[in-house]
């Protein structure tokens, strides 16, 4: 037996072809190995999911011949004991439903690590930080269960290994390929990324799209590996409904293509992995496996898919007694029902996945080969950057330059009288941070993708020049690979996940105090905003939870509201732009800036804050810069506070209520009849309600100073969104009678020229002046009939 400080010469993927042949040669000659690993792993599988009786064997099971070939072959580049190593090579479970494949391979992993500690006392196979980060068996006995494994796949705490939150079909694709794309744009395009699906995946339309993006993009560091069992969670063979071979699936979108129709032997599965991963030129790769869905469980195809025998079921011995004949093992319970007490059970769990490890534990030979196997491959990791490396200065995202406005150069802003829409706003301030940190750090802060809309919704800003100073320009796979702007197609889905998971991609050397990557941005029309929504949502929670810091992502919303007049209600963004809110508090910064001005001023407020992501709502029209000195309404610096007070009351005069205003049009609009209102007397507070979370983070006096809560009780919004996405500002009883709004009478909005809509939709000068004189002249019988209504309570 080894002592423990000597491990045989490390094998594995070294970016040479001839590692095919060579990894192929060293792995056939541990087939056996293999065998009583996946056995093990089978056990784990079984055991776990029969004393949970819940979670998904089916794709689980078959999937097990992939993940042992593929971690142990050399093929991927990775560390068991620290999987947070920035060079290592990354892993993604698209095919989420599957993670107890993911929980019994770290377990047999990790008992390996274990036993050879304990028999040599070698810190090499030591756990880091006490075992805080290693998922063992004994994990296995929460499965499921609040503060223990989860039942998909997240990326935090004991399951680092897992490199996105997965598990919703066709989301986990996406998030993969953007983790390809910002190791490419770092200089670290060797190190891969593999990611594990199955064929029923595969057929949302992110996989098209996704597919589409990867070629486009040149991802030849993107590794599918493909599970093609045909079966999904209903009774029907996926082929029935779908036609095709996985090279049809792939090859005519210009993916490499290798693949085996045994995918449930050694020699033919480890040999696909090693082709996949190994062999590349300029696109990305895919490996397929003919399987069957539940080999070996007792139960196959769809009938396994997320449904355990009932515990201790006689099906679910007769597989353990294979186990147990095979190695000598006897299980306790043996066709014996379920114990009926929970602790019974658990006592039960824990010592049946005792006994399972035991085969390992024993088996000195087998647990110093497989312990010294991962860390002679956990030796191939890089350390140090690659040549050509361009990161390696997180200060950047601390430059204070990006974030303080006053810092902001004269040619920012528009003057007064100017006109311009407030999306060039974005053009501007995305070309200033772009350029700063190209010039200054050698490297992008953003990388951004559009739905063909780039130009369209200003977000080609951050390929752009600023002041003379040249940007990136748009990426091109072969001539421009370090471009910033992403050459993307009407794909908001993938866009969105693209932008996600390359923002969770960290190169610091020090990953759990800094963040060294990429902001992602990404735009459409707000009408298609819930096409972002699905990715938005993992990634927040990945923020949430994930020990290692995750950058930041820019949703922009562009086109907005009523505004985007001549393309109807089609394109309209009145409600869908409210999925942006859907999220905890302190997850969103939603920015609803009214002209050109404010869009940098909230922008740099916003990503100062520590928040994963930032929904811009942006508007087509280009409207007048106002001279607010002129006007007397405060800077256009004030937005940076989320809201402030455009009118204040005239004092000596009765008050009439609060008014909160959002969104472009409104807001000139009612601009425009500001002195109508002193000459007919109406006397109300105008409040610019432009981001509920900016102004949450002001102090207690600046946001009394603008809106008291009583005041919020007797107001009236006017919005270019529905009335119902105003309810932070302003949710009285009685607001709605009062407002206007996109949906004041709860239908859709037709199309036309700017001024026709705007006028359909209530929000024109003449019905703001109306709805305003109504407003302040009923005060009294409206806070009579709030006084009703608080005494009938």
Same mark, same amino acid.
């Given at each position: 037996?080894?002592?423990?400080?000597?491990?045989?010469?490390?094998?594995?993927?070294?970016?040479?072809?001839?590692?095919?042949?060579?990894?192929?040669?060293?792995?056939?000659?541990?087939? *056996?190995?293999?065998?009583?690993?996946?056995?093990?792993?089978?056990?784990?599988?079984?055991?776990?999911?029969?004393?949970?009786?819940?979670?998904?064997?089916?794709?689980?099971?078959?999937?097990?011949?992939?993940?042992?070939?593929?971690?142990?072959?050399?093929?991927?580049?990775?560390?068991?004991?620290?999987?947070?190593?920035?060079?290592?090579?990354?892993?993604?479970?698209?095919?989420?439903?599957?993670?107890?494949?993911?929980?019994?391979?770290?377990?047999?992993?990790?008992?390996?690590?274990?036993?050879?500690?304990?028999?040599?006392?070698?810190?090499?196979?030591?756990?880091?930080?006490?075992?805080? $980060?290693?998922?063992?068996?004994?994990?296995?006995?929460?499965?499921?269960?609040?503060?223990?494994?989860?039942?998909?796949?997240?990326?935090?705490?004991?399951?680092?290994?897992?490199?996105?939150?997965?598990?919703?079909?066709?989301?986990?694709?996406?998030?993969?390929?953007?983790?390809?794309?910002?190791?490419?744009?770092?200089?670290?395009?060797?190190?891969?990324?593999?990611?594990?699906?199955?064929?029923?995946?595969?057929?949302?339309?992110?996989?098209?799209?996704?597919?589409?993006?990867?070629?486009?993009?040149?991802?030849?560091?993107?590794?599918?590996?493909?599970?093609?069992?045909?079966?999904?969670?209903?009774?029907?063979?996926?082929?029935?409904?779908?036609?095709?071979?996985?090279?049809?699936?792939?090859? !005519?979108?210009?993916?490499?293509?290798?693949?085996?129709?045994?995918?449930?032997?050694?020699?033919?599965?480890?040999?696909?992995?090693?082709?996949?991963?190994?062999?590349?030129?300029?696109?990305?790769?895919?490996?397929?496996?003919?399987?069957?869905?539940?080999?070996?469980?007792?139960?196959?195809?769809?009938?396994?898919?997320?449904?355990?025998?009932?515990?201790?079921?006689?099906?679910?011995?007769?597989?353990?007694?294979?186990?147990?004949?095979?190695?000598?093992?006897?299980?306790?319970?043996?066709?014996?029902?379920?114990?009926?007490?929970?602790?019974?059970?658990?006592?039960?769990?824990? +010592?049946?996945?005792?006994?399972?490890?035991?085969?390992?534990?024993?088996?000195?030979?087998?647990?110093? $080969?497989?312990?010294?196997?991962?860390?002679?491959?956990?030796?191939?990791? !890089?350390?140090?950057?690659?040549?050509?490396?361009?990161?390696?200065?997180?200060?950047?995202?601390?430059?204070?330059?990006?974030?303080?406005?006053?810092?902001?150069? /004269?040619?920012?802003?528009?003057?007064?009288? #100017?006109?311009?829409?407030?999306? *060039?706003?974005?053009? +501007?301030?995305?070309?200033?941070?772009?350029?700063?940190?190209?010039?200054?750090?050698?490297?992008?802060?953003?990388?951004?993708?559009?739905?063909?809309?780039?130009?369209?919704?200003?977000?080609?800003?951050?390929?752009?020049?600023?002041?003379?100073?040249?940007?990136?320009? $748009?990426?091109?796979?072969?001539?421009?690979?370090?471009?910033?702007?992403?050459?993307?197609?009407?794909?908001?889905?993938?866009?969105?996940?693209?932008?996600?998971?390359? *923002?969770?991609?960290?190169?610091?050397?020090?990953?759990?105090?800094?963040?060294?990557?990429? $902001?992602?941005?990404?735009?459409?029309?707000?009408?298609?905003?819930?096409?972002?929504?699905?990715?938005?949502?993992?990634?927040?929670?990945?923020?949430?939870?994930?020990?290692?810091?995750?950058?930041?992502?820019?949703?922009?919303?562009?086109?907005?509201?009523?505004?985007?007049?001549?393309?109807?209600?089609?394109?309209?963004?009145?409600?869908?732009?409210?999925?942006?809110?859907?999220?905890?508090?302190?997850?969103?910064? /939603?920015?609803?800036?009214?002209?050109?001005? #404010?869009?940098?001023?909230?922008?740099?407020?916003?990503?100062?804050?520590?928040?994963?992501?930032?929904?811009?709502?942006?508007?087509?029209?280009?409207?007048?810069?106002?001279?607010?000195?002129?006007?007397?309404?405060?800077?256009?610096?004030?937005? +940076?506070?989320?809201?402030?007070?455009?009118?204040?009351?005239?004092?000596?005069?009765?008050?009439?209520?609060?008014?909160?205003?959002?969104?472009?049009?409104?807001?000139?609009?009612?601009?425009?009849?500001?002195?109508?209102?002193?000459?007919?007397?109406?006397?109300?507070?105008?409040?610019?309600?432009?981001?509920?979370?900016?102004?949450?983070?002001?102090?207690? +006096?600046?946001? #009394?100073?603008?809106?008291?809560?009583?005041?919020?009780?007797?107001?009236?919004?006017?919005?270019?969104?529905?009335?119902?996405?105003?309810?932070?500002?302003?949710?009285?009883?009685?607001?709605?009678?009062?407002?206007?709004?996109?949906?004041?009478?709860?239908?859709?909005?037709?199309?036309?020229?700017?001024?026709?809509?705007?006028?359909?939709?209530?929000?024109? #000068?003449?019905?703001?002046?109306?709805?305003?004189?109504?407003?302040?002249?009923?005060?009294?019988?409206?806070?009579?009939?709030?006084?009703?209504?608080?005494?009938?309570?």
């Amino acid at each position: 037996m080894s002592d423990g400080t000597q491990v045989r010469p490390p094998l594995a993927r070294s970016g040479s072809e001839s590692d095919v042949g060579h990894l192929f040669a060293a792995a056939e000659t541990d087939f *056996a190995r293999y065998e009583v690993v996946k056995d093990l792993i089978d056990e784990c599988i079984d055991l776990s999911l029969n004393y949970r009786q819940s979670g998904h064997p089916g794709g689980s099971r078959s999937k097990v011949h992939m993940i042992v070939a593929l971690l142990l072959s050399g093929a991927m580049r990775w560390d068991l004991l620290r999987p947070w190593r920035r060079f290592g090579d990354r892993f993604v479970l698209s095919a989420g439903h599957t993670v107890p494949l993911v929980y019994a391979t770290l377990a047999v992993l990790n008992e390996a690590m274990r036993a050879r500690y304990s028999l040599s006392g070698s810190a090499a196979f030591a756990f880091p930080d006490d075992g805080r $980060w290693a998922l063992t068996w004994e994990s296995l006995l929460r499965l499921r269960r609040h503060g223990g494994l989860p039942g998909h796949a997240e990326m935090e705490g004991r399951t680092l290994f897992l490199k996105f939150n997965t598990g919703p079909s066709g989301h986990g694709m996406p998030p993969a390929a953007g983790e390809a794309l910002a190791l490419k744009l770092a200089g670290a395009g060797e190190v891969k990324v593999f990611v594990f699906e199955g064929e029923g995946g595969l057929t949302p339309g992110s996989a098209h799209e996704t597919k589409n993006t990867a070629w486009g993009l040149g991802l030849d560091n993107l590794v599918f590996l493909v599970d093609w069992n045909d079966f999904g969670i209903d009774p029907r063979p996926n082929s029935s409904v779908v036609a095709g071979t996985p090279v049809d699936w792939f090859a !005519p979108y210009g993916w490499r293509v290798t693949g085996t129709e045994h995918g449930m032997e050694w020699g033919p599965v480890t040999r696909t992995v090693l082709e996949a991963a190994c062999v590349s030129g300029q696109v990305p790769n895919m490996g397929w496996f003919v399987t069957q869905k539940g080999r070996g469980y007792g139960k196959v195809d769809a009938a396994s898919h997320g449904t355990a025998w009932p515990m201790n079921a006689p099906q679910f011995w007769d597989v353990r007694k294979r186990f147990m004949d095979r190695y000598g093992v006897t299980y306790e319970g043996v066709d014996s029902p379920a114990p009926a007490d929970p602790a019974a059970v658990q006592a039960q769990a824990a +010592a049946n996945l005792g006994i399972a490890m035991s085969v390992l534990r024993r088996d000195e030979d087998l647990v110093t $080969w497989l312990s010294d196997r991962l860390l002679a491959i956990a030796s191939t990791v !890089p350390s140090d950057p690659p040549e050509g490396f361009r990161l390696g200065r997180p200060e950047v995202f601390s430059d204070r330059r990006i974030f303080d406005v006053s810092s902001y150069p /004269d040619s920012m802003w528009k003057k007064p009288g #100017e006109k311009a829409p407030n999306r *060039a706003g974005l053009a +501007a301030w995305s070309a200033y941070v772009n350029t700063l940190a190209l010039r200054d750090y050698g490297r992008p802060l953003f990388i951004a993708a559009s739905a063909d809309l780039a130009e369209s919704t200003n977000i080609a800003g951050f390929g752009h020049d600023f002041d003379g100073v040249p940007g990136t320009g $748009w990426y091109e796979r072969s001539s421009n690979p370090f471009g910033a702007l992403l050459p993307t197609e009407i794909t908001e889905f993938t866009n969105s996940g693209l932008v996600c998971g390359l *923002a969770t991609v960290n190169l610091s050397a020090d990953p759990f105090a800094e963040f060294d990557g990429f $902001w992602g941005a990404c735009s459409t029309y707000g009408s298609f905003s819930y096409l972002k929504y699905g990715p938005m949502r993992l990634f927040s929670q990945l923020a949430q939870d994930s020990e290692l810091k995750v950058g930041k992502v820019l949703w922009i919303a562009g086109h907005s509201g009523p505004e985007t007049a001549e393309d109807s209600r089609t394109h309209f963004g009145i409600f869908s732009i409210g999925v942006t809110q859907l999220f905890p508090e302190g997850y969103v910064i /939603d920015l609803h800036p009214w002209e050109y001005n #404010e869009v940098p001023v909230m922008l740099g407020a916003a990503f100062g804050l520590d928040v994963p992501i930032v929904a811009l709502h942006l508007t087509r029209p280009p409207v007048e810069i106002p001279d607010r000195e002129a006007l007397g309404i405060p800077s256009h610096l004030a937005a +940076a506070r989320g809201a402030y007070v455009l009118r204040e009351y005239r004092p000596g005069l009765p008050r009439g209520g609060t008014v909160f205003v959002r969104g472009t049009m409104p807001i000139r609009n009612l601009v425009s009849v500001l002195p109508a209102l002193d000459e007919r007397g109406i006397n109300v507070k105008i409040v610019a309600a432009l981001s509920p979370q900016l102004f949450a983070r002001q102090p207690v +006096a600046y946001r #009394e100073s603008v809106a008291r809560p009583a005041e919020r009780l007797d107001a009236m919004v006017i919005t270019n969104g529905a009335f119902k996405l105003m309810r932070e500002w302003a949710d009285g009883p009685l607001t709605r009678e009062y407002s206007l709004s996109s949906d004041w009478d709860d239908r859709w909005r037709t199309g036309g020229s700017v001024a026709e809509v705007i006028e359909e939709a209530h929000l024109d #000068e003449a019905h703001i002046l109306a709805a305003l004189e109504r407003f302040a002249a009923s005060r009294p019988e409206r806070l009579r009939r709030m006084r009703e209504l608080l005494d009938s309570a």
